[in-house]
């Protein structure tokens, strides 16, 4: 695992948004794996800037995001598609029938979720997966105990995710749908380069857990201890419960200097 310590949200959210534009100037036709949530905002508005200012180019991208809630419509306003629509998608020049997002009105959703997994494919598999990390360190909604090899498919949240997400819902825990349609562990540990994100200190535990943990299916972010291509990228306060920060610093400014040679 690369773990990359910057010093605030601006910061991490930048290297991120060079990472996916360093690999979109060498493949356009990247294949993305995105998530939603408050973590990756910043990383989204970088790219729009780089599209807008840059012309970073977007044509030719696929996108594939991690979940999405069932029992609302697409039209609801805190649906993973009302997000992706707002943040990213409404801004940037990715064609509307390359952007995927699980479906969240389908009468079958275990036929969906087979089909989810075969567009994936067929798309030859996703370059970059993009995550955050919940503080009970799921990812994607993939909650503690789901299985380390799970796929595609219904997962039933949990209190605190229930509980964190209640935000966006006026406060009201009993409005978030209680079922999502996720990736599943087992999808995410085939993209060839997994980027984690997190911030703040109440990411601090779930952070340390995942990255110097054992790998455990009760902090299913753990996994990526066994990914050959995880970076790990963080600030300062979600840093605060590792216990080889030095190591990490000291690693990335080798492999800056490295680059600069
Ligand atoms: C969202 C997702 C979730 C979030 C996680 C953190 O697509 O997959 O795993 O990444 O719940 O959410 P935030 O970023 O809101 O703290």
Do not use: W
Request: hydrophobic content about 40%; charged content about 20%; overall charge negative.
């Amino acid at each position: 695992m690369e773990v990359i310590i910057q010093p605030d949200y601006h910061q991490l959210t930048t290297v991120a948004s060079e990472i996916i534009r360093d690999a979109l100037l060498k493949k356009p036709n990247l294949v993305l794996g995105l998530a939603t949530g408050s973590t990756p905002i910043g990383l989204y508005k970088a790219l729009v800037r780089m599209y807008k200012e840059d012309r970073l180019d977007f044509s030719e991208v696929t996108t594939f995001n991690l979940d999405e809630y069932v029992g609302i419509p697409y039209q609801h306003p805190q649906s993973y598609h009302t997000f992706m629509a707002n943040y990213f998608f409404d801004h940037v020049n990715i064609p509307k029938e390359n952007q995927h997002i699980p479906q969240n009105t389908t009468e079958n959703h275990e036929a969906f979720c087979e089909v989810y997994e075969e567009t994936i494919k067929r798309a030859g598999g996703i370059d970059i997966q993009v995550l955050g990390i919940g503080t009970d360190g799921h990812i994607g909604f993939n909650e503690a105990s789901s299985s380390l090899a799970s796929r595609t498919r219904i997962k039933t949240l949990s209190r605190s995710t229930l509980e964190a997400n209640a935000a966006h819902f006026g406060g009201d825990v009993n409005a978030v749908p209680e079922m999502a349609i996720t990736m599943g562990i087992g999808t995410i540990m085939e993209a060839k380069q997994c980027l984690l994100l997190a911030n703040g200190v109440s990411k601090a535990d779930a952070i340390a857990k995942a990255i110097e943990g054992p790998i455990t299916s009760m902090v299913p972010a753990s996994i990526l201890q066994m990914h050959s291509k995880t970076v790990v990228l963080i600030d300062e306060t979600a840093a605060s419960d590792l216990k080889e920060v030095e190591y990490y610093k000291r690693s990335y400014a080798n492999k800056l200097k490295l680059q600069s040679r």
